[in-house]
C-alpha cells in the first residue's frame, strides 16, 4: 500500500529528521511506529499523506509518487490521518456537522453523506451523540469524533500520530479498541504513532525510530525478544515482557517471546 524507499528529510538549514528510511507497509496491515520525541517518527508520518515530501529518496502511495503534485489529492483521499490534540481538528459546534465537514469539501452527494456520516458515528461508538456539541465531550470521545471525521471520507490507509497521547487510560482504551475493530473489521490499514510500548504490542508489526533511523522492525514478539537493545537504545519494553524477562533472568524455564497476559500465563503453567 505504501513504500518508503531510502528517505531522507532535512528541515531547511538544519538537522536532519529522517535518514535513509525504507518501510513497506502492506495493504490491511496494523503498523506501530516506536521511538521518543524527536525520533523522527512524526516526521516520517507526516510523509504518508504527502504533508511532507522528502528531502531525497520516494514515497509511494498506491503507486502514487507523493512528489508529484498531480497525486497530492488521490493521496489524501486514500490515506486520512488522526493528531494528537482532538480539538484542533474539530471545527464545528455539532458532532455530526464535524463527521459531514469532510465528505462536503470533497464534493460529496448530500445524501451519501448522510450515510457516510451515520456508519462513521456507528464504526466509532458515538451515535449517540450525533447531536452533541464537540466541547462537552471527554477527551476519548473527541478522539473518536475526529476518527469518524476520517473515516467519513471512506479513506484506505489511517494514521493516528500519536492520537492517544492526550487521553487519559479509559480514554485511550477506549480509543485503541476502535483501531483494532477498523483494522480487523474493517480491513483497514492502520499505521499508529506511539510511545508507549503496550499500544505497539498489539500491532502487526513494529517499527523502531531513533534519530531519524529505522532501527529495527519486526512483529511484536520479535521485537520485544531483544529487550536488551531496545534498553540500549532508551526504549522500554510493554509490563508483561519487562516481568517474563525478569522472571527468566530468576531463573525460570518459560518463553522467551510472551508478549500478553495470556501467554505469560500459559508459559508459567506449562
Known amino acids: 500500500m505504501i513504500t518508503l524507499d531510502n528517505v531522507t528529510y532535512r528541515y531547511g538549514e538544519g538537522g536532519t529528521a ?3 528510511v525504507s518501510l513497506n507497509i502492506e495493504k490491511g496491515q496494523l503498523l506501530a511506529i516506536v521511538g521518543h520525541n524527536g525520533s523522527g517518527k512524526s516526521t516520517l508520518a507526516k510523509h504518508l499523506n504527502a504533508l511532507l515530501l522528502p528531502t531525497e529518496g520516494t ?3 498506491d503507486g502514487m509518487d507523493t512528489r508529484e503534485e498531480k497525486h497530492t489529492l488521490d493521496i489524501r483521499k486514500k490515506v ?3 493528531f494528537q490534540n482532538p480539538d484542533n481538528q474539530l471545527v464545528t459546534t455539532v ?3 464535524d463527521v459531514a465537514f469532510g465528505p ?15 456508519m462513521a458515528l456507528k464504526a466509532v461508538d458515538m451515535t449517540e451523540y450525533a447531536r452533541s456539541a464537540p466541547h462537552m465531550l471527554s477527551g476519548g470521545q473527541k478522539q473518536r469524533v475526529a476518527i469518524a471525521g476520517m473515516l467519513a471520507m471512506n479513506p484506505e490507509v489511517l494514521v493516528l500520530d500519536e492520537a492517544t497521547a492526550m487521553l487519559d487510560p479509559q480514554g485511550r482504551q477506549e480509543v485503541l479498541d476502535i483501531v483494532r475493530r477498523i483494522n480487523k473489521e474493517r480491513g483497514m490499514t492502520v499505521v499508529m504513532i506511539t510511545q508507549y510500548m503496550e499500544e505497539a504490542a498489539m500491532a502487526d508489526c513494529v517499527a523502531v525510530m531513533k534519530g531519524g533511523n529505522l532501527i529495527m522492525t519486526g512483529t511484536p514478539k520479535e521485537v520485544f525478544s531483544r529487550g536488551k537493545e531496545l534498553r540500549a537504545n532508551g526504549l522500554d519494553l510493554p509490563a508483561i515482557a519487562r516481568l517474563r524477562d525478569e522472571l527468566i533472568a530468576g531463573g525460570m524455564d518459560i518463553q522467551a517471546d510472551a508478549i500478553t497476559a495470556q501467554e505469560l500465563a500459559d508459559a ?3
Open 104 to 118: 462536503e469539501n470533497l464534493g460529496i452527494l448530500s445524501e451519501d453523506i448522510r450515510f457516510r456520516v451515520d
Open 59 to 61: 514515497v509511494t502511495v
Open 268 to 270: 508459567i503453567c506449562l
Open 80 to 82: 486520512g490521518m488522526v
Open 95 to 97: 458532532v455530526e456537522e
Open 18 to 20: 529522517l535518514s535513509g
